[in-house]
C-alpha cells in the first residue's frame, strides 16, 4: 500500500489517498481508498477509460450515492445514465441482467462505454456480470458502498448471478478497471450490513494472516463502533491481502484462490436453505467459519484455542456463530451441487494454523454432519 496525494484542480488542496494495486499484467488496476471525495471519482474514472458513456447501476439502498457520483462522472465529458434495481439477493439474477442487457441496448452503448457498478455485493456480481458478457465485454468500475463489498466483492474480477439450483452457478471473470472506494459512504450503512462485511475482514485474518487476526483481537472494540482510522486500516489491508492472491491464481486455476473460500461452502448451503436474502452474506460466512472452525479442530488441524479464539471475535463484532436448525441432509445436498465441488468430492478450506488454510477434498459425510450439529460428538 501507498498514499497518493492527488491535487484537485478546482480547489487546489491535497487529496489522501490510500492505493492499493492489484498485479495483473495488462488487466492490472488500482484500489483507492479515500473518504469524502466522491468529485475525484470522475478524474479517476476518465484515466481509465476514455469512452462517452457511463452507465452507473445501483439500488434503493445505495441511490443516494448514485447521484453525486453521476455528477461527478458528468463534469469530466460522460453522459451518465443511472439504472436503480430493487435491493436484495433475490434480485441477483439473470432476469435482472436481462434488464440491464435492454437499458443498455436503449442507451446505444458501445464496447467503449463504462459500466458503474455503485452498490453492495449484489450490485457488483450482477454488473459485472453485465460488464463481461455485453457486447463480449465492457469496461467496469467497481464503487462498493458496503463494507463486504468494498473488503471482498469488489476486488478480483469474480461475477456472477444466481441460480435456483445454487449461488453464484452462471458467472465469469472479468476484472475491473478501478476499485473507487469512499468510506464516506459508510456513514448511511445500517448496522446489521457493517457487521455482515466483517465477516469477510475476520476471514482473512485466520486463513492468509494471523497478524492481522491479532490486530482483529485487539482494535474489535474500535472496530465495532466505525473508528475511522480503524475502518480504513481494516479495508486496505483486506484489499491488499486478496490482491496478494488473485495475483497468484486470477482464474481459480492453481487452486491458491480457493483460500479466500474460507468458511463459504457451509454459508452458501446455509444462504441456499434459508431463501436467498433471508440470512445477509457475511452472516453465513460466520456461522460457516465456526464449522469449518469445528471441522478443523476435529481433524486434529488447530488447537481448540484458535476455535475459540475465532467465535470469541466474531461474536465481539457482533456476528452470529450458529445457523438456524436446518436438516443436515437437506445441506448436505446443497454442498454437493456447490460449484467448487470437483469429480463429486465436496472441497473445504479449513485452518491449519492461525493465519494459514489449506484446501481439502477428503472430508467424509459424517465429518461435514458431525461439523454441522455441534451435538453431536
Sequence with gaps: MNLL????????????????????????????????????????????????????????????????AADAL??????????????????????????????????????????????????GDVSGFVAATYARGLPLLMVPTTLLAMVDSSVGGKAAVNHPKGKNLIGAFHQPIGVWIDTAA???????????????????????????????????????????EAVRYIIARSCRIKADVVEKDEREETGQRMILNYGHTFAHAFETAAGYGHWLHGEAVA??????GRLAERRGLISRDVTLRQDRLLHMLGLPISQHP???ADLIRVMQSDKKAQDGKLRFVLTCRLGEAAVFDDVTVDEISRALDPSRT
Design 287 to 292: 456461522a460457516g467459519m465456526r464449522c469449518a
Design 5 to 68: 496525494y492527488i491535487e484537485r484542480a478546482s480547489k487546489k488542496h491535497a487529496i489522501k489517498m490510500t492505493n492499493v494495486r492489484v498485479n495483473l499484467g495488462q488487466r492490472g488496476y488500482d484500489i483507492a481508498i479515500t473518504t469524502g471525495e466522491t468529485p475525484a471519482l470522475g478524474r479517476f474514472a476518465h484515466e481509465r477509460c476514455r469512452g462517452t458513456l457511463a452507465f452507473v447501476v445501483t439500488d434503493e439502498h445505495a441511490a443516494i450515492h448514485a447521484h453525486p
Design 186 to 228: 459508510l456513514s448511511t450503512l445500517p448496522d446489521r450490513e457493517y457487521k455482515s462485511g466483517l465477516a469477510e475482514v475476520v476471514k482473512y485474518g485466520m486463513g492468509l494472516d494471523g497478524e492481522f487476526f491479532s490486530y482483529l483481537e485487539t482494535h474489535a472494540d474500535a472496530i465495532a463502533r466505525r473508528d475511522p
Design 74 to 123: 458528468e463534469k469530466v465529458g460522460y453522459q451518465a445514465s443511472v439504472e436503480s434495481l430493487p435491493a436484495g439477493e433475490i434480485h441477483k439474477s439473470l432476469a435482472t441482467a436481462s434488464r440491464l442487457y435492454d437499458r443498455l441496448a436503449d442507451l446505444r452503448a458501445d464496447r467503449q462505454s463504462l459500466i458503474v457498478a455503485l452498490g453492495g455485493g449484489v450490485i
Design 326 to 328: 436446518w436438516s443436515v
